[in-house]
């Protein structure tokens, strides 16, 4: 038996996300030509896997396939990196969230496992800076799942809280979730689990022996959960869509940034990066 601190660590990146823009971090790619570049940079730098949400070209979010179609086969064309795409949308219609998933079967596609307010705030502004509610139903989630299963799409579990870590029971015992699974812990989302080392032990400890898991720590929180995770033998997500900051006044130029200094932080506690080979095999893929 192999410790799972003595796994290698599978860094994925998350390139772009909806939310931040430019004028918050210059460095946010917008275009599929932008973000294929970035996923390169990521991959010589030691991601295995990109998490992607498309954008227009004016930085505004959008489900377009063919957007989509362009950001994978440029991706594909410059580096073998595992693509992970998003379903995650608020307001829109379950049908077009998933369309890319059918139509371009990506190896990962991640998958909401739970409703939720999602919300930010301001502590200097004493306001939340938005307020949403995240929706994400039994039907929701059996619908994105059978399509996945449907094209040959690996379901990531992204759970934002210790109850959608839960809502695997029904889906395994229908049969439209099989193992082995793989968990996406977000930390830190207001309306969500709160970003300590002791509730990721926790949500680990919910899920089966078999699965694997990475941990997405928010904003500031990034780099702690980060450092939680290289030690309790899980697997790590960096990028601009979770934190725009190598270190605290320091804003990457680039993802790779970001992605170096999760290589720097797997090496420094004893792990080593797995390649992309090596991540196809963890995953299951």
């Not at 979770?242 to 506690?269: C, F, I, W």
């Amino acid at each position: 038996m192999t410790w799972a601190h003595e796994q290698k660590v599978i860094i994925t990146a998350a390139l772009t996300g909806v939310a931040a823009n430019r004028d918050q971090c210059p460095a946010i790619p917008y275009t599929p030509d932008e973000i294929a570049e970035e996923a390169h940079r990521c991959h010589q730098a030691g991601a295995s896997v990109v998490h992607i949400h498309a954008r227009n070209n004016d930085g505004t979010p959008t489900h377009d396939l063919n957007v989509y179609r362009a950001i994978m086969e440029k991706t594909r064309a410059r580096c073998d990196i595992i693509i992970n795409f998003s379903t995650g949308a608020i307001g829109i219609p379950k049908e077009e969230r998933i369309a890319h998933i059918k139509g371009l079967k990506p190896e990962i596609g991640a998958l909401n496992m739970g409703s939720m307010n999602y919300a930010k705030y301001s502590s200097k502004r004493k306001a939340l800076v938005f307020d949403w509610v995240f929706e994400n139903k039994f039907e929701t989630i059996s619908f994105f799942l059978k399509t996945m299963n449907e094209v040959g799409v690996k379901p990531e579990l992204e759970c934002f809280d210790t109850g959608h870590a839960n809502n695997i029971r029904p889906l395994l015992d229908q049969g439209i979730l099989k193992k082995p699974l793989q968990f996406s812990f977000i930390m830190g989302v207001l309306g969500g689990i709160a970003p300590t080392a002791e509730n990721l032990a926790h949500q680990v400890r919910q899920i089966p022996p078999d699965s694997t898991w990475e941990v997405i720590g928010i904003s500031h929180d990034q780099w702690r959960m980060i450092a939680a995770a290289l030690s309790l033998g899980g697997n790590i997500r960096v990028g601009l869509e979770d934190h725009l900051y190598v270190s605290p006044g320091q804003m990457a130029k680039s993802n790779a940034d970001l992605v170096e200094k999760a290589v720097r932080m797997t090496r420094d506690v004893g792990r080593e990066v797995a390649s992309t080979v090596e991540a196809r095999r963890l995953l299951s893929l």
